[in-house]
């Protein structure tokens, strides 16, 4: 069986296509058995993040053949037959390898060299193991990923700086408010990254931080440990008189917020700025609201003009990243040698 990938990323189509395409974790399981029950993968692997979809799959199939069973099974899952067709990427062997790789090492995250997706990687991993989806060939294959990440995290530079899609958004907060020290934070939805968010603001002087969350747990945990508060999640309308920054991360398949909720809340507030950063896939926020004023809105793409600043100063490490990868690959194509004896 040879591995294949196909999906769709912030390099190839905006977060208004990808949202359409996302899948929630509690789908993954089903989807990644009714791909093999159709036959097109005998082991697969779905990476859904704010960024990316992603199916990695070993299939015993010639490539086209794959891609092909690959695409119907994402449009058919999404039921997207009557939209456009999103831009869709599809790799075979080694190419796929290369990416799964460089996917690892962050160096096709909108950050460069962010650390994130080496984690989202691993959870998507995890639970495609955990439900015996993968096999010895996608085992391996993500097993010597993994251990390159950490290779090229160790002996190269590609890391330094901001690394993150948090620490890219603190510095767009600080764009926006010329200090954090009085800034109230609100964060809705108390996932890996608004937490990392929310802990990255803390630590550049924001006064305070409410989490509103599904899981009240979750919320009570975080709030208690960075030291805010945490309200029911169907509160979370009424603290906008008192914030200055909200940072969206739920799985709802709808808007959150759209301009019609938004504008009452607005009211109490005078001129005050707020600052809503979106990061959900789907959305959370409708863009309307960025119309609104003193609404500063920005949602997982507008973040790629900062994020653009750190690749500059990251460029002289991707040659020795791809090189790393390219001995590692090789290493992985390489079959053992025969045993004479």
């Not at 990687?121 to 251990?147: E, I, M, V, W």
Request: contains cysteine.
């Amino acid at each position: 069986m040879s591995v294949v990938v196909i999906g769709l990323s912030h390099r190839t189509s905006p977060v208004a296509v990808r949202e359409r395409f996302a899948f929630a974790e509690a789908q993954i399981p089903a989807a990644l058995a009714a791909l093999r029950d159709a036959g097109v993968a005998g082991e697969a692997v779905i990476l859904s993040t704010c960024n990316r979809v992603e199916i990695y799959a070993a299939t015993a199939l010639a490539p086209a053949a794959a891609f092909a069973g690959l695409k119907q099974f994402l449009l058919a899952f999404h039921q997207a037959g009557g939209g456009p067709e999103p831009e869709l990427y599809t790799l075979a062997e080694p190419e796929s390898l290369h990416h799964l790789f460089k996917v690892a090492g962050g160096l096709d995250s909108m950050v460069l060299g962010e650390t994130e997706i080496l984690g989202q990687l691993k959870k998507a991993y995890d639970l495609a193991l955990q439900h015996r989806h993968t096999g010895a060939r996608l085992n391996k294959a993500f097993q010597r990923a993994f251990h390159t990440a950490k290779h090229i995290r160790t002996d190269t530079n590609i890391q330094r700086g901001s690394i993150s899609i948090a620490s890219v958004a603190v510095e767009l907060a600080e764009k926006i408010f010329s200090s954090l020290a009085e800034q109230e934070v609100l964060v809705i939805g108390a996932g890996d990254t608004s937490e990392k968010t929310a802990r990255a603001l803390m630590s550049r002087g924001a006064r305070g931080v409410v989490f509103a969350n599904r899981s009240p747990e979750r919320a009570q945990a975080l709030a208690a440990e960075l030291g805010g508060r945490a309200v029911p999640f169907e509160d979370w309308p009424a603290q906008f008189q008192g914030i200055d920054i909200a940072i969206s991360s739920t799985s709802a398949p709808h808007y959150l917020l759209d301009r019609r909720r938004l504008e009452p809340l607005l009211k109490p507030r005078g001129e005050k700025p707020l600052l809503l950063i979106d990061i959900a896939v789907p959305r959370d926020i409708d863009p309307e609201v960025n119309y609104l004023e003193n609404v500063y809105l920005y949602n997982v793409d507008d973040l790629q003009a900062i994020a653009e600043d750190h690749q500059k100063s990251r460029q002289a490490e991707i040659a020795r990243c791809e090189a790393i990868i390219a001995e590692k690959v090789a290493a992985l194509l390489t079959p053992p040698p025969l045993n004479h004896s």
